[in-house]
T-cell receptor, first 112, second 112 residues
Framework: QKEVEQNSGPLSVPEGAIASLNCTYS??????FFWYRQYSGKSPELIMF????GDKEDGRFTAQLNKASQYVSLLIRDSQPSDSATYLC????????????FGKGTKLSVKP | ETGVTQSPTHLIKTRGQQVTLRCSSQ?????VSWYQQALGQGPQFIFQ???????GRGNFPPRFSGLQFPNYSSELNVNALELDDSALYLC???????????FGPGTRLLVL
């Protein structure tokens, strides 16, 4: 079992719809969770982080964390063509080391 | 823009050669982490430097080595290059090892 798993997609949604991106992780002791957006040929850009169970909202983005189910998700409301990118889920196990463990990413395509 | 810079942007080397990649961290950040991202994969953790000391290492051979300077900039050195070392090399800086990481633009290395 991979440490962080994501559906590679592509996930295709129409403009204005809600895009739902999902991620599961294997280490129950993981402390913090991150979503990065990566445009083709570019480096990852931080969208959101979440540490506690529940929802965290920032503009059109909502991160959801369920530690009991070892599941983290990202919702993008009112999706725009500019949201088309690969979304990377990353997990930090915590402790004194800060290495992020990434999933392979989900490719999102928002159709006008 | 994250304030993290990397050089060079692109590099072409031949098998067996050595390469040095450079990273300048965001102002105020004392931690630098290096990642390798192969095409179609998520970034893989190489190592992290905190206050000039290595603070964790991923599953990479010893020919991958690093350094952090008193101004917290960092270098990644790769000896005896192999074809599989072709990838995007990402540097991320953070306020502390366990804090949120912000990525630079990356260096794309091609080994022929």
């Amino acid at each position: 079992q991979k440490e962080v798993e994501q559906n590679s997609g592509p996930l295709s949604v129409p403009e204005g719809a809600i895009a739902s991106l999902n991620c599961t992780y294997s280490d129950r002791g993981s402390q913090s969770f991150f979503w990065y957006r990566q445009y083709s040929g570019k480096s990852p850009e931080l969208i959101m982080f979440i540490y506690s169970n529940g929802d965290k909202e920032d503009g059109r983005f909502t991160a959801q964390l369920n530690k009991a189910s070892q599941y983290v998700s990202l919702l993008i409301r009112d999706s725009q063509p500019s949201d088309s990118a690969t979304y990377l889920c990353a997990v930090n196990k915590g402790g004194s080391q800060g290495n992020l463990i990434f999933g392979k990413g989900t490719k999102l395509s928002v159709k006008p | 823009e994250t304030g993290v810079t990397q050089s060079p942007t692109h590099l072409i080397k031949t098998r067996g050669q050595q390469v040095t990649l450079r990273c300048s961290s965001q102002s105020g950040h004392n931690t630098v982490s290096w990642y390798q991202q192969a095409l179609g994969q998520g970034p893989q953790f190489i190592f992290q430097y905190y206050r000039e000391e290595e603070n964790g290492r991923g599953n990479f051979p010893p020919r991958f080595s690093g350094l952090q300077f008193p101004n917290y900039s960092s270098e990644l050195n790769v000896n005896a290059l192999e074809l599989d070392d072709s990838a995007l090399y990402l540097c991320a800086s953070s306020l502390a090892p366990e804090e949120t990481q912000y990525f630079g633009p990356g260096t794309r290395l091609l080994v022929l």
